[in-house]
């Protein structure tokens, strides 16, 4: 049992009130949650460790938001900085709750958006993706139904699109070579990668005759 003493707002954080239960800070609450104290109220046990669980959660909420501010998180990327952070698991699942409560976590949005975003900036293979989302702590369903409606073929143009300027002025055979690997690299297979190189090069010819340099062609490459 014990008496709160002194309600003090933060000087870092004008959010949050430092609490002190019989002239002792005992912990920091928000000021939604503070304005049910006043000073000389009585605190049973079970209180201070009610208000002390309920400021361990809003210190972790607080923590995850700034975690939020760079770029849209999973629940699964939250977890695992909230725990590399010392948090207990029980506060991290009470923060996660509310977190998902006042809209901050959803992972169908987050795989909506990450597909959206690989798929504009840096355009990846179906299959990359949806390792890049399990890796990110995402249920199987939530990745498949981001993945939906996603066209490799046209991911796989795209991403070669992405190094049209770079591979400027090589031979057909060189252009062939580097694109196959960096698709490859992106997870798209030798197949698709074959026959979007292939369309790339008549497209080139056809439009841009002056893009290659002077080299025959490898045969293999010309094969259906």
Do not use: C
């Not at 002239?23 to 109220?41: I, K, P, T, W």
């Not at 002390?52 to 501010?69: K, P």
């Not at 690989?118 to 990846?124: D, Y």
């Not at 979007?196 to 841009?208: G, V």
């Amino acid at each position: 049992m014990g008496i709160v003493t002194k309600l003090e707002v933060q000087k870092r954080n004008k959010k949050r009130v430092n609490v002190y239960v019989d002239d002792v800070y005992a912990f920091s609450l928000s000021l939604d949650e503070a304005v049910r104290l006043s000073r000389g109220q009585i605190l049973s046990d079970a209180d201070v460790d009610a208000l002390m669980n309920l400021s361990a959660v809003g210190l972790a909420v607080d923590r995850a938001l700034r975690f939020l501010t760079l770029r849209p998180r999973s629940v699964g990327e939250v977890k695992q900085n909230l725990a590399r952070n010392g948090v207990a698991p029980l506060v991290v699942d009470a923060a996660i709750e509310r977190l998902t409560q006042i809209g901050y976590l959803d992972d169908r949005v987050f795989a909506s958006l990450w597909v959206e975003d690989r798929n504009r900036f840096k355009p990846t293979s179906p299959k990359a993706l949806r390792y890049e989302l399990k890796q990110k702590g995402v249920e199987n369903a939530v990745i498949d139904a981001a993945l939906a409606d996603l066209d490799a073929g046209m991911a796989a143009h795209r991403a070669a699109e992405s190094q049209l300027k770079k591979l400027r002025g090589s031979t057909q055979r060189a252009f062939r070579d580097r694109l196959t690997a960096y698709l490859l690299r992106r997870g798209f297979n030798h197949d698709l990668a074959r026959r979007t190189i292939k369309r790339m090069i008549e497209d080139l010819e056809a439009e841009m005759p002056e893009y290659f340099a002077d080299e025959a062609s490898d045969e293999f490459y010309d094969e259906t």
